[in-house]
């Protein structure tokens, strides 16, 4: 086969699937959503026909609103709703937790069944970091980058920092600030969860010139690396003063 | 940039980029036009990269879904100073293969699968006039798909971007995020591997050109507007009457 012979093969061959192309995409009818509905900006503000047909409506609705999470993890007022099996699109989070196999957000989901998070208070902020311990294979790659992750609450009110300290200390390390505590300050449950073992502190912030500010060691990288494994997950969640 | 599909775009007053900036300023319609635009281009091209029809689906609605979450995202909005519409829409399809990829084995076709999909629901009913031609130079294509599969992923793409989409090496260089000259090598490699894997397949001296309906061929060449493939067209008409004599 000549090389004219096969770029026209190949050429036809896209043709081919151009011609072969649906119409449109699978399970999508008259009453489905546009894509531009399922922007996480605008899921919250559905109307109540629209909630209505998504919940009635697993094979396309509820798989686009699963596919806009692919970039963007699904709130997690939803993950806990979906816990409680009060979630009215639960085909969405089957597809996401499955089917894409998120393991952000199955994390989330463990610690949401086994109640090792508080939800109810105010800020939350989960922080994924995957494969953070992975060395490269070959022998002349470059060692491993020190792990270093920052997260901000879904409303602003919390900030968390995971940090790998340098050598001699090398510590794993959680730094929380809480631009949103008011003047009676708080507290802050910390969760760090691996899929091997789940490790967890409970702060009380404390005023500084910078703002309210908490720190916690989660003793020597290595062992809490080894017993975490792989992917983590960093759940903080805020609360307020007692009385 | 999508060279041979010219004759794919509609007539319409609004170019690609009046259409997604009229989306970023909030007319969802715009969105939609793009949508009948590019979605049948999209799918087709994660067929080319070996996805099946289901998984070219969903990859298809992946990718049109993070075109519509830029709305978003200032910086990750489509930028008219850096590029055709649709080389950021192939750079965006792309990364969302690679992400399927990562995710999982993708289920790549076997020339018997393709057998299959092709008395699917996903097949044309009209299959023309000359169904015993038509069947011919199907088989020769899905021999040709699974030999595609055969290629590394980097070969897969290059020969779907710059052979099969017409694209140059250093267009698929950028979407791919690598040098024209790894393009060129990995064509080559590509170029290489096809003819071996089709004559292990049994098309060592058939010409693919000679399967093909000539009728159907001819008008597919000429909406193309290439003038190479017009007069490849023409040569395979003039050879089919020859002999069908």
């Not at chain 1, 004219?4 to 061959?13: E, G, P």
């Not at chain 1, 399970?27 to 998504?54: D, K």
């Not at chain 1, 449950?189 to 309210?212: D, I, S």
């Not at chain 2, 097949?123 to 294509?141: H, S």
Request: proline share 5%; with cysteine.
């Amino acid at each position: 086969m000549n090389e004219k012979a096969l770029a026209a093969a190949l050429r036809l061959l896209f043709e081919r699937e151009l011609k072969r192309a649906p119409e449109k995409p699978f399970g999508q009818g008259s009453q489905c959503l546009s894509l531009p509905r399922f922007r996480p900006a605008v899921v919250e503000q559905w109307t109540e026909t629209e909630r209505a047909h998504v919940a009635s409506c697993p094979d396309y609705c509820q798989r686009m609103l699963a596919l806009s999470w692919r970039e963007d993890h699904p709130p997690l007022a939803h993950l806990k709703r979906y816990v409680q099996a009060e979630y009215p699109y639960p085909a969405a989070m089957r597809f996401h937790l499955e089917h894409d196999g998120c393991r952000r957000c199955r994390l989330v989901v463990e610690l949401l069944l086994l109640k090792a998070v508080e939800w109810l208070a105010g800020a939350v902020a989960v922080i994924y970091g995957e494969g953070l311990l992975q060395q490269r294979a070959a022998a002349f790659a470059e060692p491993r980058a020190p792990v270093y992750l920052r997260q901000t609450s879904e409303d602003g009110k919390l900030i968390v920092t995971v940090v790998e300290t340098d050598p001699p200390e090398h510590e794993l390390k959680v730094y929380v600030e809480a631009p949103g505590c008011g003047e009676a300050g708080g507290r802050v449950k910390v969760t760090v969860a691996g899929e091997g073992e789940r490790l967890e502190q409970e702060l009380e912030l404390e005023k500084t010139e910078f703002g309210w500010e908490a720190e916690a060691s989660f003793g020597k990288f290595e062992e809490a690396a080894s017993r975490l494994g792989e992917d983590w997950v960093v759940v903080a969640v805020f609360r307020e003063p007692e009385g | 940039m999508f060279g041979h599909e010219e004759s794919m775009a509609p007539d319409d007053d609004k170019d690609d980029n009046d259409l997604i900036q009229s989306y970023y300023a909030c007319d969802d319609a715009a969105f939609e036009e793009l949508v009948g635009r590019y979605r049948k281009r999209l799918f087709a091209f994660f067929r080319g990269l070996g996805f099946s029809y289901a998984d070219a689906d969903e990859l298809t609605q992946d990718t049109l879904t993070r075109v519509c979450l830029t709305k978003d995202k200032p910086d990750a909005q489509f930028n008219p100073a850096k590029g055709e519409l649709d080389a950021w829409l192939l750079r965006i399809a792309y990364r969302v293969a690679c992400d399927a990829w990562r995710r999982k084995q993708p289920t790549m076709v076997s020339t018997e699968e393709l057998a299959v999909e092709g008395t699917s629901a996903w097949e044309p009913a009209d299959r023309g006039p000359d169904a015993e031609q038509q069947a011919a130079a199907n088989e020769l294509l899905d021999a040709l798909a699974a030999c595609l599969n055969e290629l590394s992923r980097m070969e897969h793409a290059v020969v779907v971007l710059v052979i099969m989409r017409g694209l140059s090496s250093a267009e698929a260089g950028q979407i791919l995020g690598t040098s024209e000259d790894a393009v060129n090598t990995a064509l080559n490699r590509a170029r290489n591997k096809l003819p071996e894997c089709m004559k292990s397949k049994g098309y060592e001296s058939v010409d693919p050109r000679e399967s093909v309906d000539p009728q159907a061929l001819r008008q597919a060449m000429a909406e193309r507007g290439d003038e190479f493939l017009v007069q490849l067209g023409e040569d395979i008409v003039v050879r089919c009457r020859r002999r069908q004599r």
